[in-house]
Every structure is written in C-alpha cells, then in structure tokens.
C-alpha cells in the first residue's frame, strides 16, 4: 500500500490542515512553530510501530477550543492509500465485488478505532425489479405443486407458499431483505420435501438463484470485515523520529528494569529496549548473569551483539564502515563507537560523540528495530528535522542517502535549505500558521519570506552552482569581467578565432579579497581551479596567499598582464583599445558629463582607474557595471566597433594562455589544483 494524501484536523495547533499530497519523499518547509511537528506525530497516530491506542484529549485536542467539542467520535486523521496489482487480487480473493478497487481511505478518531472506506466498491447484485419476477415465479409455481399434491398435505403447503410471499417481500435494504430471505427461503423447501412436491428444472433454478443471493449478502457482512481487518494489518507502520532522539551511550541495566516493573519507562528506555531489540540483548538475562557470576558469557553476549549492531549499521549507513563495541561493566552497558579506517582508530562512548551522529545512531537503531533490521519495506519513516545537527554538506549528503537508498516512502520537516529536495520541487509542502486557522499545508510553494526562504535559499545555491561552478572553473574577480570574458569568447568563437575553452565555467567572486574563498570552496569539492587576477598589488597579495597556503600552485594563477606585449598593470578593460572604452565611459553617463570636461591622466596605466581618477576630479561616482553594459548591448549590435584587431589579438594570447595551463592539468591528471 502507498501513501497518496492524508489530512490532519482537531489536532494541536492544527484544525484542519487541508489534504497533504505525498510521494516518494516528501519535504515538509516551514518556519519554527508552525506545525510541522504536529503534523508528523497525528499522522504517525494512524498505525504506529507500537500500539494503537487511544489519543488524550486534554494533551492533543487544539487549546483554544472548549474541551467537550471532542469526544471518541472526533476526527483526526484521514488519508488515502493505492493498492498494487498483487494487493488488488488478494482483496479480491476476500471480497469479490473488490475487484474493481484501487484505493482505499483509512480514518482515525481520538477513540481506539479506525474506519476503512473502500473507493470504487461494487454495489451488490440486488435487482429489486429481478428479484420481484423471480418471486412472481415461485410462488405459483408452489401452489400448482399444491394442487397436484393429495391427502393433508395441500392446504400446508399453500400456506407455505403465502407465508413466503409475505416474508420475502423487497425491501432497499439489501442486508434487511437478505436476513427475511434466507429463513423464508429454508421454510418453503421443508414445506415442499413435507409435500413431497417437486418444482420443474428451471424453477428450481430461480429458486438456487434466490437462496445464493440472499446467502451472498448475509456474508458480505463478513466478508467486507475480513477485507477492512486485510487492509488494516497491510497498511505500512509509520515509524517517527523526532529531532534528537533520546539514546545514552551508557545504560544502568538494574534501574531500566526496575522502572519497567513499574510500568513508568521514559523515550529514553523504549529507545534502549530497541537497541537491544537490534543486538539481540535481553537485559534481564545479562543482569541474571551477572547475579550468577557469569562474567564470561556476558562478555560472549557482549561480543556478538557488537558484531550484529556494526553489521547492521555497516549495512544501513554506508558513509564510512564504523564499528560499535558493547561493553559490560557491572549493571552499566556502554555504547563505544571507533573508526577503523582513521588515522587513529580510538573508541569514543556514544554520548561524546558529535550530535549528529547520535543522531544518526539512533535514527539508524529505531529504523532496524520497528522494521525487522531494516527489511521491512512497509513502513513510512517521518523524520521531524533530521539532520539538523549536521555539517551543510552532510545534510546535502543525507538528503541524497534517503533518495538513493531507501525504497521506503519518507516523510520529514526542515527548515534547512540543505535539506530541501531541489531535484524533486514538486515533492515540497509548505506549512504555514496563522491566528485563526491555526496549520495549514499548500502542495505548492506559498507563505511568508520566513517560510519560504530555505527554499529561496536552495534554489539560489542550486542556481549558483549551476551557472557558476563546473568541473573545470576559472575564478575572476569581478562581475565585469565575466560579462566581458564571456561575451567576448562568444564573438570570437563566432567567427572562427581562439576562444576559451568551453567546458570551462567562469565563476565571479566581488574582488580579489575574496578569490582565496571561492578557491578552497570548489578545491574541496575536487575541482579543477584556474584563476585570473587583474595585475596590480593587491592581486598580487592574493596571489602569494594562494600559493603560501597550498591551496592552489603558481602555475595555475594567471594575471591580464600577460596577455600583453608589454607587461604592466592591467586590467580586464585594458584589453580594450583605450579610446574603445573612452567612448563606452563618455556615452554611458552622457547626463553626468554633460557640460563637464573629463581629464584623463596618462600617467595612470590602468584605463579603469584613470576613468575613476577623472570622476573624482568632478565629483562623481564611477561604476564599471555602466559602460560594461553598454558594451554588452553593442557587441549585440556592432561588434566590430568594440573589438579591433589589436584588442582581438590580446584577448585571444589570454585566452591561448588560459586554455594551455588547462589542458597541462587535465593531461598530468593531478586532480584538483594544489
């Protein structure tokens, strides 16, 4: 069975949540206190991995609302599940007129009860009208008998025939008819063996018609029990992991059961008793063997419950093959988690370890114990903020081991634009609450900035890696040089010159102070990083930098300068004949310079900050980003009046530049550059 929408109403902060539509993961987004929680625990409510029982009004019933609203009979969960093929066929086998059905709704009250609706379920084979011409058949039929029949015998069977015409009369109710019919239908055929009477052949089929119909219905009754008890025991359990779950990495054995003779256990001992569930520990018996001084099968115990735990762990989380070790002291049990594969392979208990990977411990423990180690494949896991103690990168990696590793269907809230299933939008719920409505969910994007920003946030990082990061990346200062580069590469490819290479993403970062940054950003990712830097001293600085802190190799750090025949300070825009630029600068703020003269200092070898210079000189601000722009909208139109054949020559030694150190990495095979 698969999940297909549920809704939650009366339930804490929610009254009604609207219908929820699932799939195979589904992200629950919302701000803090908004509800998400609460819609994870009233769904779990439907048929959790422990008991069903009854829901406490005074705990869960929403506060603002009178306390006598609720009764048994108040609604909390509705949901609607599919059947695949083979489900379908075995209902069908308890119920025939099943056949047909393809979902099913499942309802639960704050009472111990749940109600099954079957969709798309045949209404009986009960044609009043057939059955009225059947009876119109019989019962003269069974009074021509009568008269053929001698002795005292006659009169009785008369009277059974009237007797059954009254009791078998329709009524809408097809049950109703069904319970007169069966009896009625019995006491004509005693009436007609007493008669020694016999009906013709096709007579008695009308008759076998009527006693199967009526006999049909009658068990439909259970037949429709057995069907809704089927898909009561099919329905996947749902298995709820808060955001913290409670498991010590050092138990007292003695005082767990002493608290559970009293019938007072904590999360954190249900917790416990699944971790010994998944090891295989019976805790009374090892405290037993302790009272017996039976060290050594204790620690025989001990050893074979590690083995179990780390095989299952191994198995279930594959980021890296950890080992759990169990260790018996006294009454105490210890949890000692190591890695064998580290440097230092030493033993940390449980509870030091870092919170997300108790996290993980325990999310791991829960999951194998409600689902027989983890094999159970019908179980729906709601996850309330899982991994929110975890590294970005190792959410990013979570969310990639649910979509990659699970068959099961999972359900799980976040706040967290790291968690948010970028690749599957259309698999995003938002939550949303206000005063008066209390909770509600939109299968679509909707609410606040707050609500929505995690996935603004995701959407933009996801953006920002596609447009900006590639395999092989050349890091450049400035937005205006990645418009220039890109745009300029675009003409000369165009036209048959030397172009950078085009698997290679440019990737700006707002200034040299920066780039050191973007460097150990995408070097950590493992890839492949070349940088441009403009040819002046704080570029330099960022170069030393680079190569001191072994982030990237020299070779691999080109400056503009470069690319010129005669070496000097350089930036991007110097590639451009200077009077090219002159007149991008003077047209762009053709208002500003109006009746001003702009002097430009020859003696300034950088043509942008000879502009800048000009500027200040007439009190005014000068920004790249303006003739850049009108550079972009010109080579659109007349390329030919921005790139000369000198500025062509000199972007093309750039690029052949670029393109070289490129290809000598990718040849040497030396992985990322450091």
Not at 107 to 117: D, I, L, M, P, Q
Not at 279 to 294: D, R, T, V, Y
Not at 410 to 416: A, E, L, P, R, V
Not at 484 to 495: A, G, H, K, P
Request: proline fraction near 3%.
């Amino acid at each position: 069975m698969r999940l297909e929408s549920f809704k939650i109403t009366n339930f804490r902060s929610i009254n009604d949540s609207g219908q929820i539509e699932i799939s195979q993961i589904t992200a629950l987004l919302g701000r803090n206190e908004s509800g998400k929680s609460n819609l994870l625990r009233a769904l779990h409510s439907l048929n959790p991995a422990e008991e069903f029982i009854s829901l406490d009004k005074i705990k869960n019933f929403p506060r603002h609302r009178h306390l006598e609203e609720c009764n048994d009979n108040t609604p909390v969960v509705w949901s609607l599940w599919s059947f695949d093929e083979d489900e379908r066929q075995e209902l069908t086998n308890i119920l025939a007129r099943a056949a047909d059905v393809t979902h099913v709704e499942i309802e639960r009250r704050y009472g111990k009860f749940r109600f099954v609706t079957l969709n798309g379920l045949a209404e009986h084979d009960f044609d009043e009208q057939d059955i009225k011409a059947k009876i119109k058949k019989i019962v003269p039929a069974v009074k021509a008998v009568a008269d053929n029949v001698e002795g005292n015998q006659k009169a009785p069977l008369e009277q059974a025939a009237d007797t059954f015409e009254q009791a078998i009369q329709i009524s809408h109710d097809s049950l109703e008819w069904a319970k007169k019919a069966t009896p009625a239908l019995a006491a004509l055929r005693k009436a007609l063996a007493a008669a020694d009477g016999e009906l013709t052949e096709k007579q008695e089929q009308v008759l076998n018609h009527l006693e199967e119909l009526a006999i049909s219905i009658e068990n439909d009754k259970d037949a429709q029990a057995k069907a809704r008890n089927w898909v009561i025991n099919n329905m996947p359990i749902f298995i709820y992991v808060d955001e913290y779950p409670d498991l010590s990495g050092h138990q007292d054995i003695a005082n767990y059961l002493h608290t559970k003779q009293r019938g007072n256990l904590t999360t954190a001992d249900h917790n416990f008793e699944k971790l010994c569930k998944v090891a295989g520990l019976n805790p009374q018996e090892i405290h037993n063997h302790l009272s017996n001084n039976e060290q050594e099968t204790r620690n025989q115990l001990a050893n074979r419950a590690s083995a179990v735990v780390t095989t299952e762990i191994r198995r279930l989380w594959k980021d890296r093959p950890l080992k759990i070790r169990f260790n018996l002291d006294g009454n105490h049990l210890d949890t000692f988690i190591s890695d064998p594969n580290s440097t230092y392979d030493v033993e940390v208990n449980l509870n030091e370890r870092s919170r997300g990977f108790q996290w993980f411990f325990s999310f791991y423990i829960a999951f194998a114990a409600d689902t027989n180690g983890g094999k159970a494949q019908n179980a729906i896991l709601l996850l309330d903020e899982p991994g929110l103690y975890l590294h970005a990168k190792s959410q990013s990696d979570l969310l990639g081991h649910f979509k990659e590793d699970f068959n099961n269907q999972i359900i799980y809230t976040t706040h967290s634009p790291f968690m948010v299933p970028t690749y599957s939008l259309d698999s995003i719920r938002t939550v949303n609450i206000a005063e008066e409505k209390g909770t509600t969910v939109t299968n679509n994007p909707t609410g606040d900035a707050r609500t929505l920003f995690p996935l603004q946030a995701a959407l933009g990082y996801n953006l920002a890696q596609s447009l900006f990061i590639g395999s092989n990346n050349l890091i450049v200062e400035g937005v205006t040089d990645f418009w220039i580069l890109s745009t300029v590469s675009s003409y000369l490819f165009d036209n048959g010159r030397t172009s950078l290479c085009s698997d290679l993403t440019l990737t700006p970062v707002g200034g040299a102070q920066k780039v050191s940054y973007m460097v150990a950003l995408l070097s950590s990712e493992e890839l492949n990083v070349l940088v441009l830097l403009d040819d002046e001293k704080d570029a330099k600085n960022t170069k030393d930098d680079l190569i001191k802190t072994k982030l990237i190799t020299e070779q691999n750090v080109v400056f503009v300068s470069e690319a010129l025949s005669v070496p000097k300070e350089a930036d991007i825009e110097d590639l451009l004949d200077s009077v090219v630029y002159e007149n991008l600068v003077r047209e762009s703020y053709a208002t500003e310079l109006k009746d001003k003269t702009l002097v430009l200092n020859p003696n300034i070898p950088r043509i942008a900050k000879r502009v800048e210079a000009g500027f200040k000189a007439l009190n005014l601000e000068f920004h790249k980003t303006r003739p850049t722009k009108l550079l972009l909208k010109k080579m659109g139109i007349d390329p030919t009046a921005i790139m000369t054949e000198n500025s062509i020559l000199q972007f093309e030694a750039l690029f052949k530049i670029i393109n070289e150190r490129l290809q000598k990495h990718i040849k040497r095979g030396a992985g990322v550059f450091r």
